[in-house]
């Protein structure tokens, strides 16, 4: 009870497993066991479509509702989504070293599995490439892991003074605490209109742009800061190019 949960469902999870339910009284799913905790999908485009979408719901709400014919059932999920995917079936595409074997197509349907609203829900998107194999053979390390966590702490304090995380800021505070300069609001506007992003698109921007600047111990959101959130949005950008 003392740590935080890591769940880590595989993707053949039938969808009472990941978000509960079953036969009999309802059991609570995988979603209400990462509560306060991780949930981790690895190759997040082989779920059944029908169990990504549920897992809507609860990200938006933090709790689970299991209806039965004469009762309702709550079940807590705030949990934190992390998911992993390949850029196509293969894996290989935009791998310099090797030769992707997969046509535009069947990348379009393999990326097509992440639908756009969920896709919405997901505050930070980035791509990892391979790393080469003498960087993965030397011991040099940019930032260590211990510096990394004293860094989150640090953020994760000025939030807890804020009242919330960052993730659960209330929409009526995100105005004023995500509050953006003159050439803040240019870059944001300019973002929105080139990647046409939804109105959820551009909270989330701007609450990610706020852990920019609290990990950055910077009082006001500058205008690098939601640059930064921007570029955290890789699959939006490709997705609608
Ligand atoms: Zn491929």
């Not at 997040?44 to 059944?48: L, R, V």
């Not at 595409?93 to 310099?96: A, N």
């Not at 030397?138 to 260590?144: K, P, Q």
């Given at each position: 009870m003392r740590r935080r949960p890591f769940r880590a469902p595989h993707h053949t999870i039938s969808d009472a497993g990941l978000i509960g339910g079953g036969s009999g009284s309802p059991r609570p799913g995988e979603v209400s066991l990462a509560h306060n905790g991780v949930l981790f999908l690895d190759e997040?485009?082989?779920?059944?479509r029908n169990v990504l979408e549920i897992l809507r719901q609860p990200l938006e709400d933090s709790t689970v509702t299991i209806s039965r014919s004469n009762m309702t059932f709550c079940f807590p999920a705030n949990f934190m989504l992390v998911a992993a995917m390949n850029p196509c079936p293969c894996g290989y595409?935009?791998?310099?070293t090797r030769e992707c074997r997969c046509t535009p197509a069947i990348i379009q349907r393999y990326l097509g599995k992440i639908s756009g609203p969920l896709l919405d829900r997901i505050d930070i998107q980035i791509e990892v490439p391979a790393v080469p194999y003498k960087e993965l053979r030397?011991?040099?390390?940019?930032?260590?892991s211990e510096e990394m966590r004293g860094r989150a702490q640090k953020a994760a304090e000025i939030q807890r003074a804020r009242g919330y995380s960052n993730a659960r800021m209330p929409t009526r505070s995100v105005r004023k605490d995500c509050a953006l300069d003159e050439t803040g609001e240019r870059t944001l506007e300019m973002a929105m209109r080139r990647l046409s992003l939804s109105a959820r698109a551009h909270d989330r921007i701007l609450k990610v742009a706020r852990t920019v600047a609290d990990l950055d111990q910077s009082d006001s959101v500058a205008a690098k800061h939601i640059a930064e959130a921007i570029q955290y949005r890789s699959l939006d950008r490709n997705y609608w190019s």
């Open positions: 997040f485009p082989e779920f059944p595409f935009g791998d310099p030397s011991g040099e390390v940019a930032t260590s």
